[in-house]
C-alpha cells in the first residue's frame, strides 16, 4: 500500500503524506479531468491494468483503488 | 507504380481561442495545467458562417498555387462537419475549386483516423489505375458541435482544413497500412442528438453536443496504439529504430508522451505540436507533416510513421518515405 500511494502522489502531484487510504480522492483539489488520464496512465505502466470507466467510477477510496489492482494484476 | 505526397497546405481559420480568453469565460479553469500537460495554448475556430468545406476549398486555393487544378481526377474529403447530409461536400468542392466534371468526387465520415484512411485510399486509386492525380481534403468544425459551457472539448479542440495532392509515383512512398475498427466504441465520442437517428429533433431544438468519454478514449488508445506500431513497422519492414520520425496524431500532449513511452520510442524522433492549433482531428497529421517538411526536421529519403486514431473506434497507420 505504501508504494502504491508512492506511485498515486508522483501522478497526481501531491505530497504522498496528504494521502490516507480512507481518503474519498475526487475530493481531492488536484482531481480534475486530467487528474482520471494520470491516475488510469498510472495503473497502466505500473500494474498493466485498463480499468474500464464504469469500473473506475465504482471506486471511491484510494484503497479501493489499490484493491482493484491487488484483485486484477496479472 | 506507387502513390506519393507531392504537396500539403493548409488552412487556419481567424479566429483564435486562447487560453486566457478560456479564463475570462471559466475563472476556476486551470490554464497553466492545460498548457503544460495537454499542450495547447491557442485553436483555430470556423467563424459562424464558415464551415469545414469553405475552409478546405481555401487550404486547396492555396495547393493550387504550386499545382495545375486541370491534373485533379479524383477529390476525396474527410470530414464530419459536412455542409449538408446531401449533396455531397466533395461534389460541391469540384465545381467551387473549378476542377473538371470527369472525375471522381466522395466524402468519408472518419475523425482523427481520416487522413490515414484518405492515402490509403488515395493510394488504392492510383495502384488500380482508377485516378493519378488525387485531391485529399480534410476539413472539421467540431467547435460547432461544442457549447459555450463545456470547457474541456472547448479547450481541446480546434478547426482547420488540409490539402493534399497524392499522385502516381515510380516509386512506393506511401507503404503498406495496417487499419482497425471497433465500432464497441461509438458511444464514447459521439454527436448523438442529430441525424436520421434522432429524426432531426436537434434543428432548432436543442444544440448538438459533441459527447466525449476522454477515461475511455484514453485506455482505447493506450490499448490499440502500442501494437497497431508494432504491426505498421513489421508489415514495411522496418525496425522502429530505423524511423526517421514518427507523427502520431496530435490529440494531446499527455496522450502522445504516454504513447512514445510505452511504446519505446526515442522522443526527440517523435512529433509533438499542437500549441497553436489544439486538437484539429484528422488535421493533425497532414499539418505536422508540413509544419515538419518546412521546417527541415523531414527530408527527402526519411521514413516516417505517421498513426490516426479515434472516433469509431477507428485506427490506422502507414510508413511514408519522404
Known amino acids: ?74 | 507504380m506507387g502513390a506519393k505526397i507531392s504537396r500539403i497546405e493548409y488552412y487556419l481559420p481567424e479566429h483564435v481561442l486562447s487560453n486566457e480568453d478560456l479564463i475570462a469565460q471559466h475563472p476556476e479553469w486551470n490554464s497553466q495545467k492545460v498548457e503544460k500537460k495537454v499542450g495547447i495554448r491557442n485553436r483555430h475556430i470556423a467563424g459562424s458562417e464558415e464551415t469545414a468545406l469553405d475552409m478546405a476549398v481555401k487550404a486547396a486555393q492555396k495547393l493550387f498555387n504550386y499545382v495545375d487544378p486541370s491534373l485533379i481526377d479524383f477529390v476525396l474529403f474527410c470530414t464530419q462537419s459536412p455542409d449538408h447530409l446531401l449533396p455531397t461536400s466533395a461534389c460541391i468542392a469540384q465545381d467551387r475549386l473549378g476542377l473538371r466534371t470527369n472525375i471522381g468526387a466522395l466524402d468519408f465520415n472518419l475523425g482523427c483516423s481520416g487522413y490515414i484512411y484518405g492515402l490509403a485510399l488515395a493510394k488504392s486509386l492510383i495502384e488500380s489505375g482508377i485516378a493519378m492525380n488525387i485531391l485529399l481534403l480534410t476539413g472539421e468544425t467540431y467547435s460547432k458541435y461544442i457549447s459555450d459551457s463545456d470547457i474541456s472539448n472547448r479547450s481541446i479542440f480546434g478547426d482547420a482544413a488540409t490539402a493534399t495532392l497524392v499522385t502516381e509515383s515510380d516509386n512506393y512512398h506511401i507503404g503498406d497500412f495496417v487499419l482497425g475498427t471497433d465500432g464497441k466504441g461509438a458511444e464514447n465520442l459521439i454527436v448523438r442528438n442529430i441525424g436520421a437517428k434522432n429524426s432531426f429533433r436537434a434543428v432548432g431544438d436543442e444544440y448538438p453536443e459533441l459527447y466525449m468519454n476522454g477515461p475511455e478514449i484514453f485506455n482505447f488508445t493506450i490499448d490499440t496504439i502500442p501494437p497497431l506500431v508494432e504491426d505498421v513497422c513489421k508489415k514495411n519492414h522496418l525496425d522502429k529504430d530505423q524511423l526517421d520520425y514518427v507523427i502520431l496524431h496530435q490529440a494531446n500532449k499527455y496522450i502522445i508522451e504516454f504513447l512514445i513511452s510505452t511504446i519505446g520510442l526515442d522522443p526527440s524522433k517523435c512529433h509533438i505540436d499542437m500549441l497553436e492549433y489544439g486538437n484539429t482531428v484528422s488535421n493533425t497529421i497532414p499539418i505536422a507533416l508540413k509544419d515538419s517538411w518546412d521546417k527541415g526536421i523531414i527530408k527527402v529519403g526519411d521514413s516516417v510513421l505517421l498513426a490516426g486514431f479515434g472516433v469509431g473506434y477507428s485506427w490506422g497507420s502507414t510508413i511514408i518515405r519522404v
Open chain 1, 1 to 74: 500500500m505504501d508504494k502504491f500511494i508512492d506511485i498515486l502522489a508522483d501522478a497526481l502531484e501531491m505530497e504522498i503524506t496528504d494521502i490516507k487510504a480512507n481518503d474519498k480522492f475526487r475530493e481531492y483539489e488536484e482531481w480534475d479531468s486530467l487528474a482520471v488520464l494520470s491516475v488510469i496512465a498510472m495503473i497502466k505502466q505500473n500494474y498493466g491494468i485498463t480499468i474500464p470507466r464504469k469500473e473506475f467510477d465504482s471506486l471511491l477510496t484510494v484503497e479501493d483503488l489499490y484493491n482493484y489492482i491487488s484483485a486484477n494484476k496479472g
